[in-house]
């Protein structure tokens, strides 16, 4: 399971810092927000110990919440 938080973990960091890097109109910015937010809360280091509470089960709800508002980001620049 910490294989697959850190793959999905640097697939969101890296795909976040090449939009950044990129820059296209149209919402890029806040999908590479959310990318880069989707990278620390997969990132298993980072949670090992609940350093503020908080549980994998509240960190994939989090998750889900950033990949599910995607189409309510880019629903504008459409």
Not at 25 to 34: D, E, F, K, R, T
Not at 39 to 65: E, F, Y
Request: hydrophobic residues 65%; charged residues 10%; proline residues 6%.
């Amino acid at each position: 399971m910490a294989l697959l938080g850190w793959m999905v973990s640097f697939v969101a960091l890296f795909g976040g810092l090449a939009l950044r890097q990129d820059m296209p109109v149209g919402g890029s910015v806040a999908i590479s927000n959310l990318l880069i937010g989707l990278a620390i809360l997969a990132c298993p280091m980072l949670w090992r110990d609940k350093p503020m509470g908080v549980s994998r089960a509240q960190r994939i709800v989090a998750a889900l919440a950033l990949i599910l508002a995607l189409p309510l980001i880019l629903l504008p620049a459409a």
